[in-house]
């Protein structure tokens, strides 16, 4: 494979193979790229634009997604460039508040619950990370025009600034958006949930602090609007048409000065883009053909009401890449690529209809039913008495453990620990891969029966998080942690187990109690991490 960075390709001539092709470089597909090539893989990766896209398209992302900016190194980085919001408002259009969503300082992936940010800002963090590798392989101006599939590779066919070339990749990834050539190449179906609704955007840049609202929906039934920040320095304004033809004439700079001027003024703020946007609910019927699988947009578009869009994209890519590691390296068949949309796709539906919900309640036309729906609303916040908490689901089957231990399948939670040489979050204290955290009485029965061996050779990482920190103390197989925070003691004592196993995309691989159901549990998880279920046929063909 020739080194990183944008190569250049003779009319014709073959590129070096390589484990994974990547087809797109957005957000998704950096993700992807970084992800594979920490697990040793290399990767190639075909954008068709010249350069990266450097405009603002998603604004928020939540502490899941900054868990994985953080396995990549870029999460502290980022910090300053983005701007963590507490709540999000609906209001109608009298300014009376409907519904008030809370989001957590710290949530349960150890970051604050919602961050607002400009995606250049995101896009140049990830770029980084690709293009320091020496594994990755960018090429801008490169555009995928034919794929086809074969025994034991994919064969892509590439236009570039010098003509045509082909390349052979084990797997490829589809990260290229909603109008994925890649789908189109498998011929995979939409279903269409039928909320389709244009609306244009505004973005604009500070010229000096501004008081305005960091995130707000107005349910207005003369015109639906959405005021969001971008981070510290830009600002988002959107406005629901009532036909797209509108944005040719709602465009001027003067008519949208016109719409901002309750909140912003020339002298406060630089308009810097004006876009047109159709929110769409599409989810494709099948994301793999082969060796050949989608993710992010290609696979799902949903609305923005939740900000789940790109981070939907983001659980694709550590779903996806830690079974592509697992089949790579032959310890398992590709078979387990199949539960890759048997996790995700219940997900990203509830996610989306949850979307559709709201899009609902904020995009009412009719003033009669807006108004039924300010009485429903209020009514229910007086109740409630307080905020209300996003909370999206777990996974329900897949690649688990056996038994339904209490919390398999959700997403895990992360606390700060102390090993005696650093204190950090426990994913920085740890790093990547399998994570076993196990209460101490069950820890000596897995050593009894020689299993702590047997997963530290296979690369699990086992834990030990104990509330006191003198108890700390060495263990040649685990590493024994101060639970800084009492975090891992009050979550064990939740699911009123002794273990939990935690995948490498952060959910919870199973959970157990006692010695007996610990042991089982680490057998099971060895079966997974070493192979011991791969024949050697499997082994050949994968």
């Given at each position: 494979?020739?080194?990183?960075?944008?190569?250049?390709?003779?009319?014709?001539?073959?590129?070096?193979?390589?484990?994974?092709?990547?087809?797109?470089?957005?957000?998704?597909?950096?993700?992807?790229?970084?992800?594979?090539?920490?697990?040793?893989?290399?990767?190639?990766?075909?954008?068709?634009?010249?350069?990266?896209?450097?405009?603002?398209?998603?604004?928020?992302?939540?502490?899941?997604?900054?868990?994985?900016?953080?396995?990549?190194?870029?999460?502290?980085?980022?910090?300053?460039?983005?701007?963590?919001?507490?709540?999000?408002?609906?209001?109608?259009?009298?300014?009376?508040?409907?519904?008030?969503?809370?989001?957590?300082?710290?949530?349960?992936?150890?970051?604050?619950?919602?961050?607002?940010?400009?995606?250049?800002?995101?896009?140049?963090?990830?770029?980084?990370?690709?293009?320091?590798?020496?594994?990755?392989?960018?090429?801008?101006?490169?555009?995928?025009?034919?794929?086809?599939?074969?025994?034991?590779?994919?064969?892509?066919?590439?236009?570039?600034?010098?003509?045509?070339?082909?390349?052979?990749?084990?797997?490829?990834?589809?990260?290229?958006?909603?109008?994925?050539?890649?789908?189109?190449?498998?011929?995979?179906?939409?279903?269409?949930?039928?909320?389709?609704?244009?609306?244009?955007?505004?973005?604009?840049?500070?010229?000096?602090?501004?008081?305005?609202?960091?995130?707000?929906?107005?349910?207005?039934?003369?015109?639906?609007?959405?005021?969001?920040?971008?981070?510290?320095?830009?600002?988002?304004?959107?406005?629901?048409?009532?036909?797209?033809?509108?944005?040719?004439?709602?465009?001027?700079?003067?008519?949208?000065?016109?719409?901002?001027?309750?909140?912003?003024?020339?002298?406060?703020?630089?308009?810097?883009?004006?876009?047109?946007?159709?929110?769409?609910?599409?989810?494709?019927?099948?994301?793999?053909?082969?060796?050949?699988?989608?993710?992010?947009?290609?696979?799902?578009?949903?609305?923005?009401?939740?900000?789940?869009?790109?981070?939907?994209?983001?659980?694709?890519?550590?779903?996806?890449?830690f079974k592509l590691d697992l089949v790579l390296r032959g310890r398992m068949p590709d078979t387990v690529l199949d539960t890759y949309q048997q996790e995700r796709e219940p997900h990203v539906r509830a996610v989306t209809e949850k979307g559709i919900e709201l899009g609902h309640l904020q995009t009412l036309r009719d003033p009669v039913r807006a108004a039924e729906r300010d009485r429903a609303l209020l009514a229910r916040r007086a109740q409630a008495g307080a905020p209300e908490a996003v909370r999206l689901p777990g996974l329900a089957d897949g690649l688990f453990a056996q038994d339904s231990g209490a919390g398999r399948g959700h997403l895990s939670v992360q606390g700060v620990v102390d090993d005696g040489t650093r204190r950090d979050r426990l994913d920085q204290v740890l790093g990547d891969g399998f994570h076993l955290l196990v209460a101490d009485e069950p820890l000596a029965a897995l050593d009894r029966?020689?299993?702590?061996?047997?997963?530290?050779?296979?690369?699990?990482?086992?834990?030990?998080?104990?509330?006191?920190?003198?108890?700390?103390?060495?263990?040649?197989?685990?590493?024994?942690?101060?639970?800084?925070?009492?975090?891992?003691?009050?979550?064990?004592?939740?699911?009123?187990?002794?273990?939990?196993?935690?995948?490498?995309?952060?959910?919870?691989?199973?959970?157990?109690?006692?010695?007996?159901?610990?042991?089982?549990?680490?057998?099971?998880?060895?079966?997974?991490?070493?192979?011991?279920?791969?024949?050697?046929?499997?082994?050949?063909?994968?």
């Amino acid at each position: 494979m020739e080194g990183a960075g944008d190569g250049v390709t003779e009319p014709g001539r073959d590129m070096a193979p390589v484990d994974v092709a990547v087809v797109g470089y957005g957000p998704v597909g950096m993700v992807m790229a970084g992800l594979l090539e920490r697990s040793g893989h290399r990767v190639q990766v075909f954008e068709r634009y010249a350069g990266l896209y450097n405009l603002p398209r998603a604004a928020s992302f939540d502490d899941e997604t900054m868990r994985t900016l953080a396995r990549l190194g870029v999460a502290n980085d980022l910090l300053p460039r983005v701007r963590v919001q507490p709540t999000y408002e609906w209001r109608n259009g009298r300014g009376d508040l409907l519904i008030e969503q809370h989001f957590a300082a710290t949530g349960r992936s150890g970051w604050a619950e919602w961050h607002m940010m400009y995606q250049p800002d995101l896009e140049n963090a990830l770029d980084g990370v690709c293009r320091t590798s020496p594994r990755v392989e960018v090429r801008h101006a490169h555009t995928v025009v034919a794929l086809e599939q074969h025994q034991e590779h994919v064969t892509l066919t590439v236009e570039g600034p010098d003509g045509h070339a082909t390349t052979n990749a084990r797997y490829v990834v589809g990260c290229d958006g909603g109008n994925s050539f890649v789908r189109s190449a498998l011929d995979a179906g939409l279903h269409d949930y039928g909320f389709s609704e244009p609306w244009m955007v505004c973005d604009f840049r500070f010229r000096r602090p501004t008081d305005v609202p960091h995130a707000l929906q107005l349910g207005d039934p003369t015109g639906p609007t959405s005021i969001i920040s971008l981070g510290p320095e830009h600002h988002r304004f959107s406005f629901m048409l009532d036909s797209a033809d509108d944005f040719t004439t709602e465009r001027d700079p003067e008519r949208v000065w016109k719409r901002v001027a309750p909140y912003l003024t020339p002298h406060d703020a630089d308009l810097v883009r004006v876009a047109t946007y159709t929110f769409r609910s599409l989810i494709a019927d099948h994301w793999r053909d082969g060796r050949v699988l989608l993710a992010g947009d290609a696979a799902h578009q949903m609305p923005p009401f939740l900000g789940q869009g790109m981070c939907s994209g983001f659980r694709d890519a550590q779903n996806l890449a830690f079974k592509l590691d697992l089949v790579l390296r032959g310890r398992m068949p590709d078979t387990v690529l199949d539960t890759y949309q048997q996790e995700r796709e219940p997900h990203v539906r509830a996610v989306t209809e949850k979307g559709i919900e709201l899009g609902h309640l904020q995009t009412l036309r009719d003033p009669v039913r807006a108004a039924e729906r300010d009485r429903a609303l209020l009514a229910r916040r007086a109740q409630a008495g307080a905020p209300e908490a996003v909370r999206l689901p777990g996974l329900a089957d897949g690649l688990f453990a056996q038994d339904s231990g209490a919390g398999r399948g959700h997403l895990s939670v992360q606390g700060v620990v102390d090993d005696g040489t650093r204190r950090d979050r426990l994913d920085q204290v740890l790093g990547d891969g399998f994570h076993l955290l196990v209460a101490d009485e069950p820890l000596a029965a897995l050593d009894r029966a020689g299993l702590l061996d047997a997963l530290d050779h296979a690369g699990v990482r086992i834990v030990v998080p104990r509330e006191q920190s003198e108890q700390a103390a060495a263990h040649p197989r685990a590493a024994i942690v101060h639970d800084v925070h009492g975090t891992y003691r009050d979550w064990f004592a939740e699911l009123d187990c002794s273990a939990v196993v935690v995948r490498p995309d952060f959910y919870v691989f199973g959970t157990a109690s006692g010695s007996d159901a610990v042991t089982a549990l680490a057998g099971e998880l060895l079966a997974v991490v070493r192979g011991d279920t791969v024949t050697h046929e499997a082994r050949a063909n994968a």
